[in-house]
C-alpha cells in the first residue's frame, strides 16, 4: 500500500475510533468521520475499507493484534508454570492487556467502543467474529469456559463468561470515560485491575443455580 494511502487509511481509523467512542457506533456519521480525518473526498471510508462496518472492524483488529503479544507472552508463562487451569491466572491474563488499554487515548476509544457491542466476542455460540478468529483472546476466553466448565455445566460455563465479558466491557469502558472526562477515581490503576479481577473470579466461581443448567 502507498504511504499515502496508509496515512489516509490511519486517519480514518483514528478518527473512526474517536467519533465511534463519543457519538456511538450508530450516531457517528461516515461524513463526519472523514471530515476528522481532514479528508475532502466523501467517499473515502468506503474506498478504503469497503464499507462502515469494514470500518468498524479494522478498528477492532487494530487494537486486537495489538494485545496479541502480551497475550502470549501471558500464556507461555502460565504453561511454563502450569497454571493454565487456575482460574485467577487466566482471568489476569485476559483482563491486563485489556486494562492497558486504559493508558492511551485511541485504547480508551478502543474500550468505549467494545462497550457498544453486546455479544461480539461469540463465546455463546462458539462462533467469534473474524478479528477474534485464531487469536490469544479467543484461546484465553475459551480457557476461562473450560476452567469453569469443571464445576459446572458447559452451558452455564459459557453464559457467565459471555455475561462477564459484558460487564468487563462496561465496567472498562466507564473507567476509560472517567479518564477522559477528568472524573474522580477511587482506585489507582493496579488496585483498580487488582479488585476487578478478584470480583470476576468470584462471580465465575458461584454455584450453580438450584436446579442446574
Sequence with gaps: MAR???D???KLIRAGERLFASRGVDGALTRD?????GQSNGSAVHYHFGSRRGLLEAILVKHVRRMEPARAEHQRLLERDGLHGELTAV???ILDPTADALHSGDGRDFLRITAQLAGYAGIRAITPPQPLTGTVLQHQLELAVR???ERLSERLARERVATIAGML???LADRARQLDEGGTLLL???AFVDNLTRMVVGALSAPAPQGGA
Design 4 to 6: 499515502d494511502a496508509s
Design 8 to 10: 489516509t487509511r490511519e
Design 33 to 37: 468521520i472523514v471530515a476528522e480525518a
Design 91 to 93: 482471568v489476569r491474563g
Design 147 to 149: 476452567c469453569c466448565a
Design 169 to 171: 466491557a462496561s465496567t
Design 188 to 190: 489507582a490503576h493496579e
